[in-house]
């Protein structure tokens, strides 16, 4: 759809309407020489919301954001709101535990996203957050924090893996600080004090620590701080987080594009095209497939966001898909039952929703007319129950 400018506007005054209702949420009429009151209420709207936009342009935006947690898919809603920021020359800033508050502020030109925009971070899990003391010397310093201030593990992670601790987490990837939390939870008082005592020496790297307090460091008595037996049921308690850890960790890139968009709604680090141009040649994001001319050829890579399986009026089958990026969306189809069957052969199974693609297709229009598809693996573990099914990683 293309932008039209309006020329004119003229007022019509005031007129007798009827209001229609219809057993359908799909609907599309138009009815000839009546005014529909439903139209022009949305007519009015859009007006005065493209007047605000266009001349109160970082509050509009920012009351847009806030009041996208009432909607019924919040993080999609902040997902199509971000990918408008950059036409304006606005940053949507990420969480960050010295910086932001409680909802979203203005932070110079840009706006920077509140704590209470993470998943998971509703509710009673807030004021536990907003308790939080941000001063922190080292690693340890935050984990006695975020147990001081009675954070849960899984708001842990949430905070961990949207990047909210960046600032502070220093050399560690986001993986190893959440797994060294989820190690630190397990650990007695006695256990921590030790650790804490050989912090320093060791670079903060608990699971070294632990590892030498078991071997190679004994207290007074001769003894290793740490008893085999003990040592076992650690490994056991935490083995989960730890499987979890190695798996996401092989994938640092693909992981923070996954966990930014599970926690925030959209990802600020990386974009499929960085991802996965390191494997394919010849990428291109969405935004350049859209500015690409009629009956070319194209590649790129995208998430499904929406799939439906129709019949044309001829009787041939065909998949409908709406595809996404970080910045915006193409329409794309792929006809004919032997492509959609080769589609199923090579990539063993049947296209899904938030299946990540890599597409080659020639553009019609505003449409993709697809030749092949490629389904990326997603090695990705967001929960550990997520591991269930699969096999322990060495």
């Known amino acids: ?49 493209t007047y605000l936009k266009a001349n109160h342009t970082f509050e509009y935006f920012m009351s847009c954001l806030k009041m996208a947690q009432f909607e019924d898919q919040p993080l999609e809603c902040i997902d199509g709101i971000q990918s408008e920021l950059p036409f304006f020359n606005i940053q949507l800033l990420p969480p960050d535990i010295l910086k932001s508050t409680e909802d979203y502020s203005l932070e110079g030109r840009n706006i920077r996203m509140g704590i209470n925009a993470i998943k998971g ?17 080292n690693k340890f310093d935050l984990f006695v924090n975020l147990q001081s201030a009675k954070i849960p593990v899984n708001v842990a992670a949430s905070l961990i893996l949207s990047g909210c601790f960046d600032s502070i987490r220093g050399e560690v990837s986001r993986n190893k600080l959440l797994l060294e939390f989820e190690l630190w939870k397990e650990l007695t008082d006695k256990e921590l004090v030790n650790c804490y005592a050989f912090g320093s020496k060791y670079n903060y790297d608990l699971m070294t620590i632990v590892k030498e307090m078991s071997s190679n460091l004994h207290n007074e008595k001769g003894k290793p701080y740490i008893k085999d037996s003990r040592l076992t049921t650690l490994k056991k308690d935490y083995d989960p987080a730890k499987q979890k850890y190695l798996r996401n960790s092989a994938f640092e890139e693909l992981c923070a594009y996954i966990m930014e968009t599970e926690y925030l709604g959209f990802s600020y ?25 009629s009956n070319q050829k194209v590649r790129f890579v995208a998430i499904i966001k ?89």
């Open 269 to 293: 680090s990386y974009t499929l095209k960085n991802i996965y141009s390191k494997w394919v040649k010849d990428l291109s994001t969405i935004s350049e497939v859209n500015n690409t001319d």
């Open 1 to 49: 759809m293309q932008a039209q400018r309006i020329k004119s506007v003229k007022s019509l005054g005031k007129k007798k309407c009827l209001d229609f209702t219809v057993d359908s949420r799909d609907h599309n009429f138009y009815a000839e020489g009546i005014v529909v009151s439903n139209c022009y209420a949305y007519s009015y709207i859009t007006a005065y919301t």
């Open 306 to 394: 929406e799939l439906k399986k129709k019949v044309s009026k001829k009787k041939v089958p065909y998949i409908a898909l709406e595809l996404r990026d970080e910045r915006a969306s193409i329409k794309a189809m792929i006809f004919k039952e032997d492509r959609i069957e080769a589609s199923k052969e090579f990539n063993k199974k049947d296209l899904e929703e938030d299946d990540i693609i890599i597409v080659n297709g020639l553009k019609k229009d505003d449409v993709v007319f697809i030749d092949s598809v490629s389904i990326q693996d997603n090695p990705i573990i967001i929960k550990k129950s997520d591991l269930k099914n699969e096999k322990e990683i060495k």
């Open 121 to 137: 971070l509703a509710g009673a899990a807030l004021p536990k957050v907003k308790s939080f003391k941000a001063a922190v010397n």
